[in-house]
């Protein structure tokens, strides 16, 4: 009914891979649900170590605290600046 709005959306707002393939098999309720989670992130301006996760056919909102004083943080850590520090010291 109205998956050509959908897909509409998903070819003007181009998605990774896995991700596009999991929405593709979606019903409309549940990409809804999907994208309505998603605003909500992005209106409450979630932060570090929050998102959705994307596993088969399950989508889980998280919030992972991950202490930033150890070595395995320093190791697992995508931000630019920290990396850049670290390579510095």
């Not at 897909?7 to 990774?16: E, R, V, Y």
């Not at 932060?47 to 088969?56: I, P």
């Not at 320093?74 to 850049?84: A, D, G």
Request: glycine share 4%.
């Amino acid at each position: 009914m109205l998956q050509h709005l959908v897909d509409a959306l998903t070819a003007q707002h181009p998605m990774p891979e896995p991700v596009a393939e999991l929405c593709s098999r979606l019903s409309l309720p549940e990409w809804t649900a999907v994208a309505y989670i998603r605003l909500l992130l992005d209106i409450y301006n979630h932060g570090e170590g929050e998102g959705l996760l994307f596993y088969g056919n399950v989508i889980l909102p998280f919030v992972d605290r991950f202490p930033q004083d150890t070595e395995l943080y320093r190791i697992m850590t995508t931000k630019l600046s920290e990396v850049v520090e670290a390579k510095e010291a």
